[in-house]
């Protein structure tokens, strides 16, 4: 073969310098215990693509489980080992997570079609992987460090933007790999190869995808949800017949790409207001796939899927609570009611209820008062608290949360600024249930 391509100052730019050091280790480690060592799959392939991932996959020619711990005690953190697949984490202190496999011919089963025996273990370990684009190994022992281990073209690959798969069963082996294809196509902006297009096709004749359990079309679902892409990936999807193959209520129609497209333009708005608290996408999305599907129906797409009767619940529920805010919103709007009722009837819906409501009603000036209430109004609290009221002498019982939350509505409308203010309100509220507010007693 011809001399392997050494990425060694690829790593050392484009790593974080503690990241780049335990790739040191690992291949002082292997050399001291006489085995090679690669760094594999995303993690080569983000490295090339110089948008580097911090999930490190080692494979070792040896003993993977040994490897790890021997590991841990040059660089620290603990091991969690898998015996029955000779694999372990490393999950280090900063939370970094390194997963050990071992590269061992014996282990894998193929079809006797396939040629395996003149193989040597990385190369076989390469070889069960999705895509060309994830089957690069980089060795990491000293004086070899950064050498690239490229069976199957992946580089020319990578170069050229294109999706390929192994060999002419990956499909069939494993299913997934058909919505992995679209995903990496789409996040990569890459074209899904000609043979493999064609594989793609012939997987879904042999109704393939029925196969999966529903846990892992979810699992790859709610990975493309974490996608930049999500509707392009959903549209291919749904091209290549997987949508429907999934259960045939699953549809992508123009009205359901036109919501999609407004929850992409949400979704981005939402991140640039930088709050801590980020959207469950998968809910998110799942809200807006199953917007046009009638309610006895979701149970069933969402049993094809494995969920939970708790996360079937939790679907069901929020469609219910968005719909009944939408048109509380749409009331409060028309007659221009104060802001503390806009917050009331917002605040009992979860995030992301607020984000699905925003792109299914996409007037203009509901992403006006979403935005001020997101960023306003939902973290508000007040400068005096049931203690104050006690004070006031106020006897134990439900009057203490209705006083609360009239002040709330006070302070929200602008009333009742400072704490003084909202003690005033207190003593008035706490000697007169039927006390409207400030402004108007002040008049
Ligand atoms: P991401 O950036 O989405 O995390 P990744 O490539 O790291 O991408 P993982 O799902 O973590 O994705 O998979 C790690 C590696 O394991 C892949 O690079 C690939 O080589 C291999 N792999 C994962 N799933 C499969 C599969 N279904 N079939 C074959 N190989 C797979």
């Given at each position: 073969r011809k001399k392997e391509r050494s990425i060694k100052n690829m790593l050392k730019d484009r790593l974080p310098e503690d990241l780049f050091h335990i790739l040191q280790e690992a291949g002082e480690l292997g050399r001291s215990l006489g085995t090679q060592v690669y760094a594999v799959g995303g993690f080569v392939r983000d490295i090339l693509m110089n948008?580097?991932?911090?999930d490190l996959d080692l494979v070792v020619e040896g003993d993977g489980i040994v490897f790890a711990r021997k590991l841990a005690t040059v660089i620290g953190g603990r091991v969690r080992a898998h015996h029955k697949f000779q694999t372990a984490v490393l999950i280090l202190e900063n939370g970094l997570h390194i997963d050990v496999a071992t590269a061992r011919l014996e282990y894998y089963e193929y079809p006797?079609?396939?040629?395996?025996?003149?193989?040597?273990s990385i190369k076989m370990d390469l070889y069960r992987r999705d895509f060309t684009i994830n089957a690069l190994a980089v060795k990491l022992n000293p004086g070899q460090l950064g050498q690239l281990v490229d069976f199957f073209g992946s580089q020319k690959d990578l170069k050229s933007g294109v999706i390929r798969?192994?060999?002419?069963?990956s499909f069939v082996e494993d299913p997934t790999r058909i919505l992995r294809a679209i995903r990496f196509a789409q996040r990569y902006q890459f074209r899904i190869g000609g043979q493999t297009d064609r594989l793609i096709r012939n997987a879904m004749q042999l109704d393939?995808?029925?196969?999966?359990?529903g846990s892992r079309i979810f699992h790859e679902l709610s990975s493309i949800f974490e996608e930049e892409h999500v509707l392009d990936c959903l549209r291919s999807l749904r091209d290549y017949k997987v949508l429907e193959s999934i259960h045939p209520l699953l549809t992508l129609t123009p009205v359901q790409e036109e919501l999609l497209e407004e929850l992409e333009v949400v979704l981005d708005w939402y991140k640039l207001l930088y709050l801590k608290e980020e959207p469950r996408r998968a809910i998110v999305y799942l809200l807006a796939l199953l917007n046009g599907v009638a309610e006895n129906k979701i149970l069933p797409i969402c049993e094809r899927l494995n969920l939970t009767n708790r996360q079937a619940n939790e679907l069901l529920t929020l469609r219910h609570h968005t719909n009944k805010t939408i048109y509380s919103f749409k009331k409060w709007r028309n007659r221009r009611g104060p802001l503390s009722d806009l917050y009331f009837l917002l605040e009992e819906l979860p995030l992301e209820g607020l984000l699905f409501f925003m792109a299914k009603f996409n007037k203009e000036d509901t992403r006006k008062y979403l935005s001020q209430y997101l960023t306003q109004l939902r973290g508000i609290e007040l400068d005096i608290s049931g203690t104050d009221l006690q004070h006031l002498g106020l006897e134990p019982g439900p009057r203490y949360g209705e006083i609360l939350r009239k002040i709330l509505a006070s302070v929200i409308d602008g009333e009742a600024a400072c704490r003084d203010d909202q003690l005033f309100l207190a003593k008035k509220l706490v000697t007169d249930p039927?006390?409207?507010?400030i402004e108007k007693n002040m008049q």
């Open positions: 948008t580097p991932n911090t006797a079609a396939l040629p395996t025996v003149e193989l040597s798969v192994l060999h002419s069963l393939m995808i029925s196969k999966l359990s039927d006390f409207m507010g």
